[in-house]
């Protein structure tokens, strides 16, 4: 079955700095990578996703970017601010028969 | 709109007991995932239903079981309950069946003592 994993498990970063956060993933056949942040005792929220058939995504101050020769994406987040501290967890999914796979998460600091 | 909403929020629960967690998607949404999330690890997937049909099936023993209703909400069941159990328990719909978008409510903290 599909495999994400993802690196690094935390990053501490200044305010005002970019953050990079990667995942790979094993199945050729995953189709669709969301990102969801989640803050200490909520729910993981939705924050930006891609699908395979396009190679960059951007929105605002986040972005993600996709390899699937590699197999692999990446979060990047630009001009981080104190909110954007959270868990990031990122997933796969290969679509229709199958659901999502989450990555075990980053733990993101934005240090003042 | 009402987001995904799920309840109770917070339960104990003893070994050996058994539990019912509910959930009703987002308006207009037709399909209900479960994923249990362990503290410090990411979402793992349990069920999936779409127009009340399973669709999907995580890697949890038959101790786990769910099912959706004509008005598309859910409930998940875990019978037999164990320490390992305990989790926050998230339910997530989308708008259509498996690979699509998927929102997740607020979940549901499960403590088995």
């Known amino acids: 079955g599909e495999n994400v994993e993802q690196h690094p498990s935390t990053l501490s970063v200044q305010e005002g700095d970019s953050a990079v956060i990667k995942c790979t993933y094993s199945d050729s056949a995953s189709n669709y990578f969301p990102w969801y942040k989640q803050e200490l005792g909520k729910r993981p929220q939705l924050i930006i996703d891609?699908?395979?058939?396009?190679g960059e995504k951007k929105d605002q101050r986040i972005a993600v970017t996709l390899n699937k020769t590699a197999k692999h994406f990446s979060l990047h987040i630009t001009e981080t601010q104190p909110e954007d501290s959270a868990v990031y967890f990122c997933?796969?999914?290969?679509?229709?028969?199958?659901?999502?796979?989450f990555g075990p998460g980053t733990r993101l600091s934005v240090l003042p | 709109d009402a987001g995904v909403t799920q309840s109770p929020t917070h339960l104990i629960k003893t070994r050996g007991q058994h539990v019912t967690l509910r959930c009703s998607p987002i308006s207009g949404h037709k399909s209900v995932s479960w994923y249990q999330q362990v503290l410090g690890q990411g979402p793992q997937f349990i069920f999936q239903?779409?127009?009340?049909?399973?669709?999907g099936r995580g890697n949890f023993p038959d101790r786990f079981s769910a099912r959706q209703f004509p008005n598309y909400s859910s409930e998940l069941n875990v019978n037999a309950l164990l320490l390992g159990d305990s989790a926050l328990y998230l339910c997530?719909?989308?708008?259509?069946?498996?690979?699509?978008?998927?929102?997740f409510g607020e979940g549901s903290w499960l403590t088995v003592v």
């Open positions: 891609i699908r395979s058939n396009v």
């Open positions: 239903y779409y127009e009340k049909e399973e669709r």
């Open positions: 997530a719909s989308s708008v259509q069946g498996p690979g699509n978008t998927i929102y």
């Open positions: 997933a796969a999914s290969i679509g229709y028969g199958q659901n999502f796979v």
